[in-house]
Nanobody, 114 residues
């Protein structure tokens, strides 16, 4: 059974930083394409960042230069380092693992507010 468990969400002031983690079990992690998505209240879920099995990365335009996605295959974990946070980054952040099918975590809440 595939499980994804996110952590690291918190309340932070604008300009602050957070690091999100997602620990994956039940799959061969190194074979999974990993992504972070987010969903703000009243908005559709959107892709934030993606990292392939070859460590290639893609970012949403809104987070380029501020967020960094990385993975540690030895720890079955994908990270999202978020810097220079803005109020607009407030959302539930969800981890996605893709092999032949998609698996999702339940999310971790990031609130950016003064």
């Amino acid at each position: 059974q595939v499980q994804l468990v996110e952590s690291g969400g918190d309340l932070v002031q604008p300009g602050g930083s957070l690091r999100l983690s997602c620990v994956v079990s039940g799959v061969t992690f190194r074979l999974a394409v990993m992504s972070w998505y987010r969903q703000a209240p009243g908005k559709e879920r959107e892709l934030v960042a993606y990292i392939s099995t070859a460590y290639n990365t893609i970012y949403a335009d809104s987070v380029k230069g501020r967020f960094i996605i990385s993975r540690d295959n030895a720890k079955n974990t994908v990270y999202l380092q978020m810097n220079s946070l803005e109020v607009e980054d407030t959302a539930l952040y969800l981890c996605n693992a893709r092999l032949t099918y998609d698996s999702w975590g339940k999310g971790t809440l990031v609130t950016v507010s003064s």
